[in-house]
């Protein structure tokens, strides 16, 4: 037993020696793993392809480009300008309405798009230079664009949970479900945040600007044929009416439909969403199936049953192994971005889960918020160095300073669902009858 423990240790100090290295998280998984399969394991090299055969030959997976590309489109034909500046037309009379727009805004995104990094880029791009302009205080507007991505991964349909359940073997529906009541009590309590950072410090907004009820009405209207769209797309799923990746082609069918008739689509459109499309499709699946093998050779070798019997067998119940997991998500979360830590932690997380009788859709709705706030942790936190990418001219100080705030309202909202767990579950046993 001491000398599988000393392999395990040496293949898993060899992958953050490669991570470390710069090599891509993937092809990272992928050697240490075929270094385990032939000298640890002594499995044959074609384990790779059964392995990956068998954790990507998923009709439900085929949800997830489909899913993307929807989202891609509505985001390249300048959809999203629109529909911050409608979502500002009723938010901005409120304390740090253009910021509560962002949070808003990325909610409705999330429900076009489901990636957080997308958002992040997105509201960085179209909400910060106004915000800048009208005379926010930096600090708030970059940590209420940094913090709110969190939503996009919460909110239906969400490309995170549909990988978590394909690989899990969970149903997306209910899992998609349970995404949608966490997400509006996420988007309330970061909103509360930002009234409450107005409220202690006044000086971080301008002077609140009205609008008219008309103007805001003409503002729905703008908006109103892609909010139907993403309706449309979740009501098939959740009544019943479609599957997921049938319902992801009818929304990716009607958005080129949408722009089209608005006069938006362009052959150079198309060929970068179908492009962004492959990228982060590809890149997902190569992750899993990667996953998926190392998995299979700490399963094989003993080592998942061992560790899941040590932390198991630890004297501080099933809340404090969740603890530890979110602290240990919370230090990963400086290195690593939410669909890293999923891959890298989940083959030896989910036994633990399984054998502490844990739900596994609420465990996935609590996974997206845990390792969603790591995007937001210095020193390599995703969001804030997309951010930075995006606004060079605003130091990494400053976004990680903004953002830290909005870490209080992410653990709040991950304590109601411990304390309150039909907040995701409630939906998905409605829709189950």
């Known amino acids: 037993m001491g000398a599988e423990i000393g392999m395990a240790v040496l293949l898993i100090m060899g992958?953050?020696?490669?991570?470390?290295?710069?090599?891509?998280?993937a092809w990272s998984i992928g050697i240490v793993a075929l270094v385990g399969l032939i000298w640890y394991i002594d499995q044959p090299v074609s384990q790779i392809a059964e392995t990956a055969w068998s954790s990507l030959n998923s009709f439900t997976l085929t949800a997830m480009p489909l899913f993307i590309f929807m989202g891609t489109i509505l985001g390249n034909t300048g959809v999203n300008e629109r529909l911050f500046a409608?979502?500002?037309?009723?938010?901005?009379?409120?304390?740090?309405?253009?910021?509560?727009?962002?949070?808003?805004?990325?909610?409705?995104?999330g429900a076009m798009c489901g990636s957080a990094m997308a958002a992040t880029a997105t509201f960085g791009k179209i909400a910060f230079p106004v915000m800048e302009k009208k005379g926010y205080s930096p600090r708030l507007g970059l940590g209420a664009i940094a913090s709110a991505d969190i939503l996009s991964p919460l909110i239906p349909p969400s490309i995170l949970l549909i990988i978590y359940g394909s690989w899990q073997g969970i149903s997306i529906v209910d899992l998609l479900a349970a995404g949608l009541i966490p997400g509006l009590t996420m988007m309330i309590l970061l909103m509360l945040a930002i009234v409450v950072q107005v409220k202690l410090n006044p000086d971080l907004i301008p002077k609140v600007v009205r609008y008219s009820w008309q103007q805001r009405f003409k503002a729905i209207l703008e908006v109103l044929p892609f909010a139907a769209l993403i309706a449309g797309v979740l009501g098939a799923i959740f009544g019943g009416f479609m599957t997921p990746t049938e319902a992801a082609a009818l929304g990716a069918f009607l958005s080129l439909l949408l722009t089209l008739g608005y006069g938006r689509l362009t052959f150079n459109i198309?060929?970068?969403s179908l492009l962004e499309t492959v990228k982060v499709t590809s890149f997902s699946l190569f992750i899993m199936a990667m996953a998926t093998l190392i998995s299979h050779v700490f399963n094989s070798a003993g080592i998942i049953p061992l560790i899941k019997d040590f932390v198991i067998n630890l004297p501080i119940g099933k809340y404090g192994i969740l603890g530890l997991f979110f602290v240990m998500y919370f230090f990963m979360g400086m290195f690593f971005d939410s669909w890293s830590m999923l891959f890298l932690t989940f083959p030896f997380v989910m036994p633990i889960i399984i054998s502490l009788d844990i739900n596994l859709v609420w465990w996935g709705v609590v996974y997206v918020m845990a390792g969603g706030q790591a995007s937001m942790t210095p020193p390599f936190g995703l969001s804030l160095a997309v951010l930075h990418g995006v606004?060079?001219?605003?130091?990494?100080?400053?976004?990680?300073?903004?953002?830290?705030?909005?870490?209080?309202?992410?653990?709040?909202?991950?304590?109601?669902?411990?304390?309150?767990?039909?907040?995701?579950?409630?939906?998905?046993?409605?829709?189950?009858?």
Do not use: C
């Open 391 to 433: 606004v060079p001219w605003h130091p990494m100080e400053t976004i990680a300073r903004g953002a830290f705030p909005f870490l209080i309202p992410i653990y709040l909202n991950i304590l109601l669902l411990m304390v309150f767990p039909q907040l995701a579950l409630w939906l998905p046993g409605l829709l189950g009858g």
């Open 86 to 109: 409608a979502v500002d037309k009723w938010f901005g009379h409120l304390p740090g309405g253009l910021a509560m727009s962002v949070i808003a805004g990325n909610a409705i995104f």
């Open 270 to 272: 198309l060929k970068r």
């Open 15 to 25: 992958l953050f020696v490669l991570l470390a290295l710069g090599l891509e998280i």
